[in-house]
């Protein structure tokens, strides 16, 4: 998947004469590259016949299986951050009107919630801080669920993640939004810059990408929503853990409105999104599995 949206974003690129800085090219790459060496590195050690069968050869497959989920983590992160502002390009009318009339359908009042959270500065603050935490739930997730040895977890987190992400493209790209920062005019210079790239690449007046600094630019469905749930569900295997992701990404849910930018109908959306992901890899993981016992019954045989 990350090669055929690479060579997508390749000749989009070329044929539309847009560029990727090279500087955030080449750390990127360099990053990718320097991931998959390390764990390569550790699964030529790990192999070793006089390692593998004891304690350290088990830390050093896990330590791989680490680096290796990194290295597609970071590569994946970097060709579709890409390619979802190729499709910010395609402009088409934007649905801000429509989105704002479904929250006050739902009776939710966007300016107002706003208005209250930002009149709160401590609550303002913990539900920023929890908006936040998304980046380092998305490093230290994979870390944890890999060196504890929670490999099943960790495959379905990056698979959820790939998925979830590939779908939110294919929703966002026929029906963009500017945001609720943009929409109602009432947020601050700096909230408002956060999702500066949108205007420009709608225009066309931004051709050069940096990679070290691409910004979120899709309203609907909420990423950040979706990501709560799938940082929930990977930390299902521990107890603490578990409760502790509940409540951290229930409060990022609950900051998506106003730390984000997003109407109500995107968080909600965001969910169905989730549930779209989660239960197309449930459906292909219980297609799978009689087919790998009707496997493991003929090697019997």
Sequence with gaps: ????????????????GRSVTAASLRGSC????????????????????????????????????????????????????????LLV???????????????????????????????????????KLAYMSGLAQLVLIPMLTGLLGQSTYLREFIAN???????????????????????YGLASPDEVATVAHFAQLRDGTMHVFDLGHMQGL?????????????????????????????????LMILSTPTEGGHYLVDVIAGVGLWALSAGMLHAFAARRAPALVGQAGAQLA
């Design 1 to 16: 998947m990350i090669l055929l949206v690479l060579a997508l974003d390749g000749a989009w690129l070329a044929l539309s």
């Design 30 to 85: 360099l990053g990718v590259a320097m991931l998959a060496a390390i764990a390569v590195a550790l699964s030529l050690i790990a192999s070793h016949p006089r390692i593998s069968a004891t304690l350290r050869g088990l830390h050093y497959r896990r330590l791989a299986l680490v680096a290796h989920s990194g290295a597609l983590l970071v590569a994946f992160t970097n060709v579709m951050g890409v390619m979802s502002y």
């Design 89 to 127: 390009t395609l402009a088409p009318p934007l649905v801000d009107g429509q989105l704002a009339a479904l929250d006050q359908m739902l009776g939710f009042d966007w300016p107002r919630a706003y208005a209250w959270v930002r009149a709160h500065p401590g609550i303002d603050g913990v539900l």
């Design 161 to 183: 993640l790939m998925l979830s992400c590939v779908l939110l493209l294919l929703i966002a790209a026929p029906w963009p939004a500017a945001g609720a920062y943009v929409s």
């Design 218 to 250: 899709v309203s609907l469905p909420s990423y950040h929503t979706a990501l709560a749930l799938i940082f929930i569900q990977a930390m299902r295997w521990t107890r603490v853990g578990f409760l502790v992701a509940c409540v951290l990404n229930g």
